[in-house]
């Protein structure tokens, strides 16, 4: 799979949101996982510095069963690339765009999001062989630089800013109008220990954000 591809496959997506779960523990999975598949994601990611984040990974992919893609953030090295995939997920996504990640992503059939904050990290990860960008952290990477690196970044590539991002449609609506396909949601969707029902509640808040944002 190419970007090109990729990009196809994410524009059919009905909520173009990356759950990031930081925190999430084996024994929450579970849960956890089909509240998210039942509010419309269907991208999850299960940060590498959790608990156990292979089992959680492990435990997600088997209960999903192909209705998500399930996969691991933070990941530094091919090394955990490979424990991923041996785990059955299939998203990697890391702060930084490490050629090494990228190209281990791409050898095992696992999607590849890096992130990046400028346009020479950008082309680089593309060069690799990622399939989308991680805009991180959108802190640094505002809707106007979103917008700048638009204008040079090949028109299929999904740029999905992360870090900051509120259930909040006027945000979103800035950051889309911007050229951004979508966002990666960590402590405003998911805190480590969060009841089912404030979950459910947070994920429905940001859909309900994401759908306004579409209609400004």
């Known amino acids: 799979m190419n970007y090109q591809k990729f990009s196809q496959e994410w524009q059919q997506c009905s909520l173009p949101l990356v759950a990031i779960l930081r925190g999430v523990t084996p024994a929450e999975a579970e849960g956890v ?29 088997d ?20 424990g991923v995939a041996q785990a059955g997920g299939q998203l990697i996504i890391s702060p930084n ?3 090494a990640v990228i190209e281990a992503s791409c050898a095992l059939n696992l999607i590849s999001l890096p992130g990046v904050t400028t346009p020479s990290e950008a082309f680089r ?5 990622a399939h989308g960008l991680k805009l991180f952290p959108a802190e640094i990477v505002t809707p106007a630089v979103t917008k700048a690196l638009r204008a040079v970044l090949p028109r299929e590539v ?3 800013p992360v870090g900051g991002i509120a259930a909040d449609a006027a ?5 889309v109008q911007a050229g951004a396909q979508g ?32 209609d400004g």
Not at 42 to 60: A, F
């Open 158 to 160: 999904i740029c999905l």
């Open 97 to 99: 765009a490490d050629v």
């Open 33 to 61: 996982a089909l509240t998210l598949v039942e509010c419309g994601f269907t991208y999850l990611e299960v940060p590498m510095n959790s608990p156990s984040p292979l089992e959680s990974i492990r435990i997600m992919a």
């Open 171 to 175: 945000q979103m609506r800035t950051y």
């Open 125 to 129: 990860a593309l060069q690799a062989g």
């Open 63 to 82: 209960v999903l069963s192909g209705r998500a893609y399930v996969g691991a953030g933070t990941v530094l090295t091919p090394q955990q690339v490979v």
């Open 183 to 214: 966002f990666g949601l960590g402590g405003g969707l998911y805190q480590p220990g969060m009841s089912l029902i404030s979950l459910r509640e947070k994920a429905d808040a940001y859909r309900h954000a994401w759908q306004q944002s579409l």
